[in-house]
C-alpha cells in the first residue's frame, strides 16, 4: 500500500471519529511525500503544508563535504531564523548561489519545497511560534516516548493490540507534555492561515 494511501485513510478515520475538516489546518512534515499527498487528498487547499527546517538543512547539507558542513549549518541556520518572509528568501537566495559553485545536488536539495520551509514566515508568525512549529520536533518527542513502551514488543498479535498499546502509552506521555511555545498565538494563527487562504484562491480566480 503506497504511504499516501496510509496517510489518506487515517486522516479520513480521524474525520470519521470527528476532527473538522472544514478550517485550516496547519501540517508540519519533514518532507515525506505519502503525508504530503495525503494531507492534500483529504484536506485540498485547507492543508497548508510547512516543511521541517530542520530536515532541509541536513538533507542539503548532507550533499556537502564534511568541512563545509559547518560553515553552511550556520548560514542555513540564520537563514531560516529571520523573522519575515522576504529577509529569510533573501538569505536563503544568497546561500543557494555560494552553494551554486560548490555542489548542484545541494541547490536541488535546497529548492525541492523551499517555499514550504518559509509557510510561518508567510503566515507573519515566526517569531511567536516559531520555536515549536519550525520543526517536527513537537511529533519526534512524542514518537521517542512511544518507543519507551512499545520498542520492545517483538511480536504483535493483530493490529487492534497494536493500537491499545499506542492509546495506552499516549495516555502515559501526555501529562509529561509541555505547552506550545507561544501557545498564547494559536487564535492568530488560525485567522492568519484563513486570511492565507483566501488570499491564494483570489489569486488563482485573477
Not at 485547507?46 to 559547518?70: G, T
Not at 498479535?157 to 507561544?182: C, F, M, N, P, Y
Amino acid at each position: 500500500m503506497a504511504n499516501h494511501t496510509i496517510c489518506r485513510d487515517f486522516l479520513n478515520e480521524l474525520k470519521g471519529r470527528g476532527l473538522k475538516f472544514n478550517q485550516e489546518i496547519l501540517f508540519i512534515i519533514d518532507g515525506g511525500k505519502g503525508i504530503y499527498k495525503g494531507a492534500q487528498k483529504v484536506m485540498g487547499k485547507n492543508a497548508l503544508i510547512a516543511r521541517c527546517q530542520w530536515h532541509k538543512r541536513e538533507n542539503v547539507l548532507d550533499y556537502l563535504a564534511k568541512e563545509r558542513r559547518s560553515e553552511f549549518h550556520q548560514k542555513l541556520q540564520a537563514a531560516y531564523n529571520e523573522p519575515s518572509y522576504e529577509l529569510a528568501k533573501k538569505a536563503i537566495g544568497a546561500i543557494r548561489q555560494e552553494l551554486k559553485q560548490i555542489n548542484q545536488s545541494a541547490v536541488n536539495s535546497l529548492d525541492e519545497g523551499m517555499e514550504e520551509t518559509l509557510l510561518l514566515q508567510k503566515l507573519g508568525l515566526f517569531d511567536k511560534l516559531g520555536t515549536s512549529f519550525k520543526t517536527t520536533n513537537c511529533i519526534e518527542n512524542v514518537n521517542r516516548g512511544l518507543e519507551q513502551y512499545t520498542g520492545r514488543v517483538s511480536r504483535w498479535h493483530h493490529s487492534d493490540q497494536r493500537r491499545r498499546w499506542v492509546a495506552t502509552a499516549l495516555l502515559e506521555i501526555e501529562v509529561r507534555l509541555r505547552l506550545v511555545k507561544g501557545h498564547e498565538h494559536l487564535k492568530e494563527l488560525r485567522v492568519a492561515m484563513k486570511r492565507f487562504v483566501a488570499r491564494g484562491n483570489m489569486e488563482r480566480a485573477a
